[in-house]
């Protein structure tokens, strides 16, 4: 078993005024050589925008783009006619292929939005971008795992598909209960919110642990928690 941890602490940190984001691995000008990527996970950013502002138009490519609201709601638009806002509940996928452009804006006037943005490396570059969104049954991931995102060529009923060998999965665990995750590849396991140990590794909120090299992991909820699996080929 291969293990690495990050603390929510290590991470990155930028603040725009607008914009408060932290960088679990290298992002724009948060650049560290032991904190490229986890296997085939580039990018996982932790962002807060504030009310009436956001991102700007701009483009992505070669890149599949995840992004799940933890609070509020982020309104977004691109150039293949989509024009959404993003619920918590709602995943939105955006496989990138030969080229996208889009924004992000909170329209709220008083609530700032929290959203996790995670950026795969694709299967094979070059496709045709695709857009999908959903709004998922928290129900279904009370103490057992959801899958939200899993491969286009081997899509979960229910999830939405990405053009990599990769699941994403969440759980919302109550105190006390321990279950186990069966690994399809590495996973990274990026705790929202609570306290739980995983391998006897203790993780508290925004924590997160990479485990390769093993087929099972023991997770115990040590309070009320919701944890998002990340499991990736690790072969970067």
């Given at each position: 078993m291969k293990k690495i941890i990050h603390k929510s602490a290590t991470r990155g940190t930028a603040n725009h005024g607008w914009l408060t984001s932290h960088h679990?691995?290298?992002?724009?000008?948060?650049?560290?050589?032991?904190?490229?990527?986890?296997?085939?996970?580039?990018v996982l950013n932790d962002d807060v925008v504030q009310?009436?502002?956001?991102?700007?138009?701009?483009?992505?490519?070669?890149?599949?783009?995840?992004?799940?609201?933890?609070?509020?709601?982020?309104?977004?638009?691109?150039?293949?006619d989509n024009k959404r806002s993003i619920e918590v509940g709602e995943v939105q996928v955006m496989s990138a292929g030969t080229g996208v452009t889009h924004s992000e804006f909170n329209d709220s006037k008083t609530d700032a939005v929290n959203f996790l943005q995670?950026?795969?490396?694709?299967?094979?570059?070059?496709?045709?971008?695709?857009?999908?969104?959903?709004?998922?049954?928290?129900?279904?991931?009370?103490?057992?795992?959801?899958?939200?995102?899993s491969p286009k060529d081997k899509q979960i009923a229910g999830s939405l598909p990405i053009n990599q060998q990769g699941y994403l999965s969440m759980i919302d665990l109550d105190e006390g209960l321990e279950t186990e995750y069966e690994l399809k590849n590495g996973a990274y396991f990026f705790l929202i919110d609570g306290e739980v140990s995983i391998e006897n590794e203790l993780?508290?909120?925004?924590?997160?642990?990479?485990?390769?090299?093993?087929?099972?992991?023991?997770?115990?909820?040590?309070?009320?928690?919701?944890?998002?699996?990340?499991?990736?080929?690790?072969?970067?």
């Open positions: 679990t691995f290298s992002f724009a000008n948060y650049q560290n050589s032991e904190r490229m990527n986890f296997g085939m996970l580039r009310p009436k502002m956001g991102f700007g138009t701009h483009p992505h490519k070669n890149m599949e783009i995840i992004s799940i609201p933890i609070s509020g709601a982020l309104s977004h638009k691109d150039n293949m995670l950026w795969i490396l694709p299967e094979i570059e070059n496709v045709t971008p695709y857009y999908n969104q959903k709004m998922f049954d928290e129900v279904e991931r009370k103490n057992k795992f959801q899958v939200l995102v993780l508290e909120s925004r924590d997160a642990i990479g485990i390769s090299e093993v087929k099972k992991v023991t997770v115990k909820a040590n309070k009320a928690s919701k944890l998002l699996v990340i499991d990736v080929p690790m072969n970067f």
